[in-house]
Each structure stands twice: as structure tokens, then as C-alpha cells.
């Protein structure tokens, strides 16, 4: 009997953590404003007005977020998606206008 219920309880358990972390995960990088307003707005301004060039490439503001650029900025590899880091850049440009 304890068997039966080990052998049920634990892969239920796993889905169900699995789950949650994912949503989560997923739920923090899809929020793009509340993102760059918690750990980017303080050095770019509210409206991405200081210390960013709209004028460059995409690909190349995706690879300083994604990278970081010294001395200050620091890389973002292990906290977004390369997909994340191009809505954050597409986020900037448009704040600015």
C-alpha cells in the first residue's frame, strides 16, 4: 500500500513543481515593463532616455543587454532569452518616443 502511494505521489509531485517553476519563469520574462522599470530604469531613465542609442541596430542593443557592456551594465545571458532581450530593446525604442 505504501508502495502504490509513493510510486503515484511522486511523479505527481514532480509535475506539479515543474509546472509551477515554468509558469513563473515564463510569467517574469513576458513582463517587459515591469522588467525594465525594476532593473533598467534606474541607470536609463523611465522613458529609456539616458544612456541609450535608438539608433542603432537591434542586434546590436540585443547583444549589450544579452552580453552587458562595461563598466556598468551588466549581462543579462542568464536572465532573459535572446527573444526577451529583443521585446526589451523593441520596449526601449518605443518608451523614447
Keep these: ?12 509531485l514532480a509535475v506539479i513543481l515543474l509546472t509551477s517553476t ?3 519563469t515564463r510569467a517574469e ?6 522588467m525594465y522599470k525594476a532593473k533598467c530604469a534606474m541607470c536609463h531613465g523611465a522613458k529609456a532616455e539616458k ?6 541596430a537591434d542586434e546590436a542593443l540585443v ?21 526577451q532581450a529583443k521585446d526589451l530593446v523593441s520596449f526601449m525604442k518605443s518608451a523614447g518616443k
Design 22 to 24: 515554468a509558469a513563473s
Design 63 to 83: 547583444d549589450a543587454v544579452i552580453k552587458g557592456v562595461k563598466p556598468k551594465m551588466p549581462s543579462y545571458d542568464q536572465k532573459l532569452t535572446p527573444e
Design 1 to 12: 500500500m505504501k508502495l502504490a502511494i509513493v510510486v503515484l505521489a511522486v511523479p505527481a
Design 29 to 34: 520574462g513576458d513582463d517587459i515593463p515591469g
Design 51 to 56: 544612456s541609450f542609442d535608438a539608433s542603432k
